[in-house]
């Protein structure tokens, strides 16, 4: 296990199935629209089919601050409608909010809050009787970690005192749960250890859903601790029994590269592993499905005046409008995730009537890009207070600016690699010009800090800007 099902900054996964078909929710936070849904029939291969969050009624527009806005999301189908459950930190004092949809690629209703459940990670089941349960991480001093309660999912109303459940096993930071009904036994699943190294699945069982809850006996089920496995972090699980009787199951995990402590820098993506049960217990078999590297390469010529769902922006739905076929006009920022390890990302922009800036970022503080102003390109480094201007170049209104996240060499005495990558930024024309590879580790979670990836887009820091093409490809 890899290879990611969903890479790219694609933290917290959920999925469901509805007869053959598998859809699957991953966190979005600060991103506009909010929570990408996707859909497959072999858990393999995914399309991403919209959001669930697209609309200010459903997610109100903020200032885009770095690991603000959705957290992590459960998504459920249950009497002939889909039900997600999610948390925006910004408004956390609201409770967490249910949204529901007859098809998950949209549209989804405007959200129902559950008052007094502060916290994290909410989770929904219904029990045998058709009784709805809420699950979270509960923040409440007075009533701290795994707590549940029964409401009504139309109004948020709770139908019963919140009870804590189960704890975990002693690791940090016990969140998202999700419970199940299998065999007789509910199962509560939990995420342990907190969402860097030492981060893992547990597992424990009650016969009744308030418990007493027992620990699965070869807990954590899941977790790459310790280890020198290339894929880290391994953590936020969800079940799902699939179309044939089997059982699999997503989770996050992070790719890190470089020297140690190594460095990640296109956040939390999603894997996949298949699932025995063993005795009454869930046993995780990590190599059970063949997943392959992809080519996500795609161009973007704006042709429709329809955005591809790829393209989001911090704080609030992008801001475009169309003059013509290929003339996408953008007046603030759109961006794009990062899926691969290796990339090259290309913008052709018209900035005769603005300043923009071709930019990857982590989040406004750590960023490098090439800003065009209609007669110089500018190659800048953003690491957290530091801001240094490179090199400028004498340019058009018309550029096309590159950038690529390229392999390391091997350097040093040892003939190791120190970076994750090196960053490229460019400016194309009659005679390429390079002006500089840049150490990418100032662009991963382990410098910048906080829940996100990298993102590679557009920022019109004045006036408006015409769009020609986004060009993306896999590989250096």
Not at 54 to 78: C, K, M, N, V, Y
Request: charged content about 20%; proline content about 9%; overall charge negative.
């Amino acid at each position: 296990m890899t290879v990611p099902i969903v890479p790219g900054f694609h933290p917290d996964p959920s999925i469901c199935r509805v007869g053959d078909t598998y859809y699957l929710a991953n966190s979005s936070f600060e991103y506009v629209p909010g929570v990408p849904i996707r859909r497959s029939t072999d858990l393999v291969s995914w399309e991403l089919v919209g959001h669930a969050l697209t609309r200010p009624s459903q997610l109100p527009p903020g200032e885009g601050a770095a690991d603000t806005g959705i957290f992590a999301p459960t998504l459920r189908h249950h009497d002939g409608r889909f039900h997600l459950v999610t948390t925006n930190i910004l408004e956390a004092h609201r409770g967490h909010l249910i949204v529901t949809a007859e098809d998950p690629a949209g549209p989804w209703s405007d959200p129902v809050h559950v008052p007094g459940t502060d916290g994290i990670d909410p989770d929904l089941c219904w029990d045998d009787a058709g009784g709805c349960h809420l699950t979270w991480a509960s923040f409440r001093p007075e009533r701290p970690g795994i707590t549940s309660v029964p409401i009504d999912p139309a109004t948020g109303a709770m139908l019963a005192e919140p009870r804590p459940l189960w704890n975990g096993t002693g690791l940090a930071a016990p969140e998202g749960p999700h419970l199940y009904r299998v065999d007789g036994w509910w199962y509560l699943l939990l995420a342990e250890g907190g969402t860097e190294r030492g981060h893992a699945v547990t597992i424990a069982r009650a016969r009744a859903i308030d418990g007493p809850y027992e620990p699965a006996p070869a807990n954590p089920i899941l977790t790459h601790r310790s280890t020198t496995h290339p894929v880290q972090n391994t953590g936020h699980a969800d079940l799902v029994e699939c179309a044939d009787g089997s059982w699999a199951m997503v989770h996050l995990g992070v790719r890190p590269r470089g020297k140690t402590p190594q460095f990640h820098v296109n956040g939390r993506e999603t894997f996949l592993a298949g699932v025995d049960w063993v005795d009454g217990w869930p046993v995780v078999i990590e190599d059970r499905y063949r997943v392959s590297p992809e080519d996500h390469s795609f161009t973007d010529g704006f042709a429709s005046a329809e955005l591809h769902p790829r393209w989001v922006a911090p704080g609030a739905a992008p801001v475009t409008r169309w003059t013509g076929p290929g003339e996408l006009v953008l007046t603030r920022t759109l961006l794009t995730r990062a899926l691969d390890e290796y990339w090259t990302a290309v913008a052709r922009l018209d900035v005769s009537s603005g300043t923009a800036r071709f930019v990857v970022r982590i989040d406004d503080r750590h960023w490098y890009g090439l800003t065009a102003d209609g007669s110089t390109v500018t190659a800048t480094l953003a690491i957290g207070p530091a801001r240094e201007v490179v090199t400028t170049v004498a340019a058009g209104p018309v550029v096309v600016l590159r950038i690529r996240a390229r392999r390391p060499p091997a350097s040093g005495p040892f003939r190791e690699v120190t970076e994750p990558d090196l960053i490229e930024l460019s400016v194309l024309g009659e005679e390429d010009q390079v002006l500089g590879a840049f150490d990418g580790r100032y662009l991963s979670t382990e410098v910048a800090a906080g829940f996100t990836g990298r993102m590679i887009g557009v920022e019109v820091l004045a006036g408006s800007v015409p769009l020609h093409e986004f060009r993306y490809s896999t590989g250096r």
